[in-house]
């Protein structure tokens, strides 16, 4: 079996917090796999560590237990210039693609900054290849003359697209990376992560609250709830057959065109809806807000266990 690009084990973050709550959990005990050429979506709300567990990925989160192994490598407290030398192959798109550019700056400066800075190309070639990457996601080679509010938003992401590509990378971290956008730009820009990948044999972990878009573009789900995974396993599956409450109320939540199918939906959205706020101390966290709660669930943690059909579930009522 061959072995994944990205090894997550374990992985616990937490955040300094204020002296009435003096540490913050936002990653509890995380396993991870990613292989080459594989998407795996992350999906949870807002709050859920999907974004810190992307984060810390990139050793932009402070990582207090587990390991983060990339191509073999354990890149868990990675020093400076050995973070600086994955970047080239380690990547991320944000969600805001404008607060992630230098306005005073062209884009093909913005661009080309990783190829000079990290990469060691010279100033004729990195030009080069800022026309070339910009040509790859669908913008002229003139937009790297230009200034990044001079475009809209989904060519904005276009930009940060090529700067992550520019510096041919294995692994891509898409944080949010079409949830501002509007649906028709949506499509196209997910349209354009997807070639990339075909063609470039690209790796991304996929992260969203919305778990239609992380369907069309995932091979794997996996979803979280107050920093844990509580279900994952192939896309189709987990989008269309959920087991765990909390990810069939994500499954609900998604809008559909079939008015019939939306009321149907509306329906599981009340059948699930949050009865009680706040995590028990022990226990499942999600216990306060699901309709199948007993008082297991409020006193024992379930576990990962693996199904027949291959997906995992951390529930004591998956079987009822």
Do not use: W
């Amino acid at each position: 079996m061959t072995a994944p690009l990205l090894d997550v084990e374990d992985l616990t973050v937490r955040y300094r917090g204020s002296r009435r709550v003096p540490v913050t959990p936002a990653v509890n005990e995380v396993d991870l796999a990613i292989g080459r050429g594989e998407t795996v979506g992350l999906v949870g709300e807002s709050g859920s560590g999907k974004t810190s567990l992307g984060f810390a990925l990139l050793g932009l989160a402070p990582v207090v237990h587990g390991t983060v192994r990339f191509d073999g490598e354990d890149v868990t407290a990675a020093p400076s210039p050995v973070r600086r030398r994955l970047s080239r192959r380690m990547q991320v798109i944000f969600q805001d693609p404008f607060g992630s550019m230098n306005p005073t700056r062209t884009v093909g400066d913005t661009i080309g900054e990783g190829l000079r800075y990290g990469a060691g190309v010279a100033p004729g070639p990195a030009k080069q290849r800022v026309a070339e990457v910009l040509a790859e996601v669908g913008l002229p080679e003139s937009a790297a003359e230009r200034y990044p509010a001079h475009f809209s938003g989904g060519q904005r992401q276009r930009i940060a697209i090529a700067r992550a590509i520019a510096v041919d990378p294995d692994f891509i971290v898409c944080d949010e990376a079409v949830s501002a956008l509007d649906l028709s730009v949506q499509a196209q820009v997910l349209n354009l992560l997807a070639r990339l990948k075909a063609a470039r044999g690209l790796s991304y972990l996929f992260i969203s609250h919305d778990l239609s878009v992380v369907r069309y573009l995932s091979d794997r789900i996996v979803v979280m709830y107050a920093g844990r995974v509580v279900e994952q396993g192939p896309a189709e599956v987990i989008s269309t057959a959920p087991v765990h409450p909390y990810t069939r109320a994500l499954v609900a939540a998604a809008p559909v065109p079939d008015p019939q199918a939306q009321a149907s939906n509306r329906a599981a959205r009340q059948a699930l809806a949050v009865r009680q706020r706040g995590a028990p101390a022990v226990g499942c966290a999600f216990a306060g807000r699901c309709p199948l709660a007993t008082d297991v669930c409020r006193t024992e943690r379930p576990l990962l266990r693996t199904r027949e059909d291959g997906h995992q579930v951390a529930c004591h009522h998956q079987d009822g």
